[in-house]
């Protein structure tokens, strides 16, 4: 039996980090909620006590200590770099339970190059690819391999901007040296093959979500995000401008791969002596082949993804307080995952200039926040965003999130839109794409029309 008043720590301080406050704090086990390093906004979506610690990185020694003063009981390490630094190991040796893999296990997402001969030797579905250690190697392989399109990958981690694409090696040339910009994490990189969909078109990529207890997975659920600053896939690759949920792409047969490629990986990092605990993230894309959809493997990511949290959690029926327990003492394969079957779609408030510069926009005014949670069927969660003199001011790239829930996507959309619609930024300074979840609403309005003719 689990005892209650329990205080938690999130290790996060973005859109994901509040979604999982917002949940925690539904908890009747669960008291208290340290922030790290967090956001004001999470004080308006929190039901509970919301402690922030706005001062520390996710990657600061001291939270180890902070935990143990405060008594925390459960720990929830949401940011790659943390995991990259080791913190769920720091946090076990001193006896605090936490969601979140090792630095051993959590390699899967911080070395790139690691992760892809991981599923060479597991027989997990991979675009091609090369290993290489410096532009002179880069360039010499692009010699000997004929024009292609590519995406040109950092090995180490890059803010979930360091894949870069090129639709021919001329500009793979040019992507290897634009790589550099991210320095160590670029030490290493590789040249992967730029898988294509149906007829030359763009594959269609969709995320999946899995607990883990290091011996059996539950799936979570799926979700389909928007990288690219503007609409139609256009621009930079950012950390991600919105999403939806469920995607319609996905079917028994799509969700059978799935199924297939976390038991592989779950149990291969078991036997390499990397027992993985936490949310295991796989971001695959769908290539056709004799009249088939197949799922390859782009990354594996080890935490909630950003923004797919933020319409997934949500959905989730689950105390959050026991499914974390149910990873940290092994019970994952006696958990039944409930959820709410809503569609939900979330689209990304960002500083105009995101993701180059947009220090322009850093302390201008954010207006209509208080008004878009009033429409029925939203939520709205803070990222970059600050308290300031009693108004809401900008704070970081992607500054705060808008969820609209309904029966199918076009409800859902049209209420996260309709809620957008009534923020903006001083002077002019909000952008947001207008096109997320469009890919589903083409299929569900084709569908009806189908079955309306029938």
Not at 79 to 106: F, R, W
Not at 182 to 200: M, V
Not at 352 to 379: D, R, W
Request: charged share 25%; aromatic share 8%; net charge neutral.
């Amino acid at each position: 039996m689990i005892k209650k008043s329990h205080t938690i720590a999130i290790v996060d301080a973005g859109g994901r980090g509040a979604a999982l406050v917002d949940k925690y704090s539904q908890s009747p086990y669960v008291d208290k909620i340290l922030a790290i390093p967090g956001n004001d906004f999470m004080h308006v979506t929190s039901q509970k006590q919301v402690i922030l610690y706005p001062n520390l990185k996710t990657t600061s020694p001291e939270i180890v200590d902070i935990c143990h003063q405060e008594g925390v009981s459960l720990v929830d390490v949401l940011q790659d770099n943390a995991i990259a630094v080791g913190l769920a190991d720091q946090l076990k040796e001193k006896g605090i339970d936490v969601v979140g893999p090792t630095k051993h296990a959590g390699e899967i997402e911080w070395n790139k190059a690691y992760a892809r001969e991981f599923m060479v030797r597991h027989n997990i579905p991979h675009p091609s690819f090369a290993i290489l250690h410096s532009v002179k190697e880069g360039l010499a392989y692009l010699k000997e391999h004929e024009n292609q399109p590519w995406f040109v990958k950092a090995s180490g981690l890059a803010e979930g901007k360091g894949a870069l694409p090129a639709k021919d090696n001329t500009e793979a040339i040019k992507r290897i040296y634009e790589l550099q910009k991210f320095g160590d994490a670029s030490s290493t990189y590789l040249l992967e093959q730029w898988l294509q969909g149906k007829n030359g078109e763009p594959a269609e990529e969709f995320s999946a979500f899995a607990v883990s207890d290091g011996e059996h997975f539950k799936i979570l659920g799926y979700a389909q995000d928007h990288k690219r600053a503007f609409d139609n896939d256009e621009g930079e690759n950012t950390g991600g401008m919105g999403c939806s949920t469920p995607p319609l792409v996905i079917d028994d047969n799509i969700t059978g791969q799935v199924e297939d490629i976390f038991t592989k990986t779950v149990k291969g990092l078991k036997e390499e002596g990397r027992p993985y605990k936490g949310i295991l993230y796989l971001g695959g894309i769908l290539v056709e082949k004799q009249g088939k959809q197949h799922v390859y493997v782009i990354e594996f990511n080890a935490r909630w993804g950003d923004p797919e949290a933020q319409v997934l959690v949500p959905s989730m029926q689950n105390d959050f307080f026991q499914l974390s327990k149910a990873i940290t003492n092994g019970t994952i394969d006696t958990l039944l995952i409930q959820t709410d079957g809503k569609v939900r779609v979330v689209i990304a408030g960002v500083a105009k200039g995101y993701p180059s510069n947009y220090s322009q926009v850093k302390g201008k005014i954010i207006y209509g926040l208080e008004e878009a949670m009033k429409t029925p069927g939203v939520t709205v969660y803070g990222a970059g965003i600050k308290r300031l003199s009693n108004t809401w001011v900008v704070n970081g790239g992607r500054v705060f999130y808008v969820i609209g829930q309904g029966n199918d996507i076009i409800e859902a959309r049209d209420t996260a839109y309709t809620a957008m619609s009534k923020i903006y930024i001083e002077g002019d300074n909000l952008h947001y794409r207008k096109d997320i979840g469009g890919r589903d609403v083409k299929r569900l309005r084709t569908t009806r029309v189908v079955y309306e003719r029938t």
